[in-house]
């Protein structure tokens, strides 16, 4: 297996992250994949915080990716990155300065005046061509998401984002090692924004595709898949599923993470119909989002995939 010296980790802390999961991920891999150290090409629909990526980046040889996001704001800062590093960070360090100086009434008006520009500005925006607001929308987010509450991403149904701001004494806003780390490691990947089916037109023949897509609610109060305005019903869940199929017949390598609905119901085998003859494996990661302490904890997980 090759190791290269650029770890780079997520630069942004993200609901649903697979920091915990990536050793069982990792062993999940076609065997070719693991036994050479080399993935000729690589797909990530729902990239979010991008942590199984970054992890492969620094441990297998990926010769072309490609990242896919719906989120319009998390593909703007990917792309940031790639391309602007350097210019990113000056900015980053200057809103990072300014909130550290305050004191903690001071850094939360700051906070939401920060938080109110980002939604406002959203509106200005040119998603398809690089300007200057690229730069200031990619330093609010991370701004934001390192300075608010659990870390969290949400938006509402008009698509703004309205999580309140977090209590955190020192926070690490500016990265600059990692950022740089994040750049080298976008290089060869391109960053995409759109529906997951989008992989269609970049899979071929052995390309390893993962999928991780909101998880299913487990129950009507663990409800939260609204990383983007619009949710992720059962009826997405399907359309993933017969994509997953679709690429099977083409011989590519598909490995999807979801909730285990048994976590709810031991009679619930909505995924285990959906994927059939998929390999299913349990695995456990710790549920650290949920209004109530009592409710965080270990619980179920599946991997699925057809090989």
């Not at 780079?8 to 999940?28: H, I, M, N």
């Not at 080399?38 to 297998?60: N, Q, T």
């Not at 390893?208 to 109060?221: A, G």
């Not at 199929?245 to 598909?254: N, P, T």
Request: proline content about 4%; some cysteine.
């Amino acid at each position: 297996m090759k190791s290269t010296k650029n770890k780079a980790k997520p630069f942004l802390k993200w609901v649903g992250g697979k920091t915990q999961l990536l050793d069982q991920l990792e062993s999940r891999l076609p065997q070719k994949v693991r036994k050479t150290g080399v993935i000729e090409r690589y797909i990530e629909p729902f990239v979010g915080g991008g942590a199984l990526f970054f992890y492969l980046k620094s441990k297998y040889k990926i010769k072309k990716a490609y990242l896919i996001d719906t989120n319009e704001d998390l593909i703007l800062t990917y792309k940031v990155i790639k391309k602007e590093p350097k210019s990113l960070i000056k900015v980053l360090k200057g809103i990072e300065t300014r909130y550290l100086k305050k004191n903690e009434s001071e850094r939360a008006k700051y906070y939401y005046r920060i938080r109110d520009r980002y939604n406002r500005q959203k509106d200005k925006i040119n998603y398809r061509k690089l300007d200057k607001l690229w730069m200031k929308q990619a330093a609010y987010l991370l701004f934001l998401n390192k300075t608010c509450f659990n870390g969290l991403f949400r938006q509402n149904r008009q698509g703004k984002f309205n999580v309140p701001h977090g209590r955190y004494k020192n926070p690490k806003i500016c990265n600059e090692d990692n950022l740089i780390k994040v750049n080298i490691a976008l290089k060869d990947t391109q960053v995409i924004y759109g529906d997951f089916s989008k992989c269609r037109k970049y899979a071929k023949p052995k390309t390893l595709i993962y999928f991780d897509p909101p998880y299913r609610p487990i129950n009507i109060t663990s409800n939260f898949t609204s990383y983007t305005r619009n949710g992720f019903c059962d009826k997405e869940q399907i359309r993933l599923a017969k994509l997953s199929k679709e690429l099977s017949e083409k011989e590519v390598y598909v490995l999807l993470s979801n909730s285990d609905p048994t976590n709810g119901s031991n009679q619930d085998n909505f995924f285990h119909k959906i994927y059939n003859n998929f390999q299913i494996k349990r695995v456990f990661a710790n549920r650290m989002v949920n209004c109530n302490g009592d409710k965080r904890g270990r619980i179920k997980e599946l991997l699925i995939a057809n090989y």
